[in-house]
C-alpha cells in the first residue's frame, strides 16, 4: 500500500490503492494520447526493456527535448495536459514534469507528480520583476518513478544547453537515486533552495496551483501576456 494523503480531491479520479495503480492516465497526466506514446516511442528507440534504462532515456528526452522557458506559461487547461506538451518545443519545470510522468506510464513504468516551492537564486531581474519582486517559485514540478522497489525523484526541468549557458552543472539522473536541483552552480553560489515540499499526486491538481499562482504573483496571463525575453540570455548575462 502506499501514502495517498497527498492526493487532490479535485481530481476526480479513484486514489491509487497499488502501485500498479499509477500507470493508469490521468486527465492531465494522459499517458494513453497518441502524442504522449510517439514521444516515448521516440525517446525509447534503441532502448532495452530494463524499466531503469527506459526511465533514464526518457527523462533526458524530456530534459533536453523541451527547452526550459519561464515565459512560455499559459494558464489555460490544455497547456497543462501532457499530450499537448509533448508537441512543444519548450515549456517551465510543471509541464516538463508532467510529461515525463506521463511517459512513463505510457511505458510501464508506475510514475507520480509531486511539487515542492523552490527559491531560485540565479532567477534573471526581468522574470523576478514579472513575478512581484519574488524569487520563490510556487509549486516546482518533479517526478516520482517506481524502480527496483523504490520511487526515486527527478526534475527535467533544465536543459543542457540552458545549464552551459549559465554555469550550472546540467543535473543527470541514474535511475536508482534522486536527482533533485544542485545547491550550487559551478561557480560556488547557492543556485537553488527548497523551500516546501508539498508532496506527490496521481494528477496534475490544477485548480489548487492557478490558486496558490494567483495569490502569489497576481494575474499572470496579464502579466506575462506583455513579457517575453530570452531566459537564458537574462540569467547569463545576470549571473
Not at 531503469?52 to 515565459?71: F, H, K, M
Not at 508539498?198 to 496558490?212: A, C, K, L, V
Request: proline share 5%; net charge negative; glycine share 8%.
Amino acid at each position: 500500500m502506499i501514502d495517498n494523503q497527498h492526493l487532490p480531491a479535485e481530481d476526480n479520479v479513484a486514489q491509487p490503492q497499488a502501485i500498479n495503480d499509477y500507470l493508469r492516465p490521468g486527465i492531465f497526466i494522459d499517458s494513453d494520447h497518441p502524442s504522449v506514446k510517439t514521444f516515448a516511442d521516440k525517446a525509447l528507440t534503441g532502448i532495452g526493456m530494463a524499466p531503469v534504462e527506459r526511465a533514464v532515456a526518457l527523462y533526458y528526452a524530456v530534459r533536453d527535448g523541451l527547452r526550459y522557458d519561464p515565459y512560455s506559461m499559459g494558464m489555460e487547461r490544455a497547456n497543462f495536459t501532457a499530450s499537448q506538451i509533448a508537441t512543444k518545443k519548450s515549456a517551465f519545470c510543471i509541464p516538463k514534469a508532467i510529461l515525463l510522468t506521463a511517459c512513463a506510464r505510457a511505458s510501464g513504468i508506475p510514475a507520480r507528480i509531486g511539487y515542492a516551492d523552490v527559491r531560485n537564486h540565479l532567477c534573471s531581474p526581468k522574470l523576478k520583476a514579472a513575478m512581484a519582486g519574488n524569487d520563490l517559485f510556487m509549486y516546482h514540478g518533479y517526478v516520482e518513478m517506481y524502480l527496483e522497489g523504490q520511487w526515486v525523484k527527478s526534475t527535467p526541468a533544465f536543459n543542457s544547453e540552458l545549464c552551459e549557458k549559465v554555469g550550472i552543472e546540467a543535473l543527470g539522473f541514474n535511475g536508482r537515486d534522486d536527482s533533485m536541483m544542485h545547491p550550487f552552480d559551478k561557480a560556488g553560489r547557492q543556485h537553488m533552495e527548497y523551500v516546501k515540499d508539498h508532496g506527490h499526486f496521481f494528477d496534475h491538481p490544477h485548480e489548487r496551483i492557478q490558486s496558490t499562482f494567483k495569490e502569489a504573483y497576481g494575474d499572470l496571463e496579464l502579466v506575462l501576456g506583455g513579457v517575453k525575453g530570452d531566459f537564458a540570455s537574462e540569467v547569463s548575462a545576470s549571473s
